[in-house]
């Protein structure tokens, strides 16, 4: 569902976030910005100077979610057998 108001500070990054993987034209659109891609990554990169985290655009966004959920290292034995 799209916001009826451009949203900003951390629920624009929160609402960016949850719709990530939909891709920027999604998220623009839901996070209340429409077709104003340009402007929606201004107001992401305003929103994370507010809090205190560098955010270049979208991207950022969507590749450091990918990049937490990538982290770890699975230890498991091979079969069965071997527990």
Same mark, same amino acid.
């Given at each position: 569902?799209?916001?009826?108001?451009?949203?900003?500070?951390?629920?624009?990054?929160?609402? =960016?976030?949850?719709?990530?993987?939909? *891709?920027?034209?999604?998220?623009?659109?839901?996070? +209340?910005? *429409?077709?104003?891609? =340009?402007?929606?990554?201004?107001?992401?990169?305003?929103? +994370?100077?507010?809090? *205190?985290?560098?955010?270049? +655009?979208?991207?950022?966004?969507?590749?450091?979610?990918? +990049?937490?959920?990538?982290? *770890?290292?699975?230890? =498991?034995?091979?079969?069965?057998?071997?527990?």
């Amino acid at each position: 569902m799209a916001s009826s108001a451009p949203l900003k500070g951390s629920e624009l990054i929160d609402c =960016a976030r949850a719709n990530g993987e939909q *891709g920027i034209e999604v998220a623009a659109y839901r996070c +209340g910005y *429409g077709n104003d891609l =340009a402007r929606f990554e201004q107001q992401l990169r305003e929103a +994370g100077q507010h809090i *205190g985290v560098e955010i270049n +655009g979208f991207d950022d966004l969507v590749n450091n979610r990918q +990049g937490n959920e990538q982290r *770890g290292v699975v230890i =498991a034995p091979d079969t069965p057998s071997q527990l």
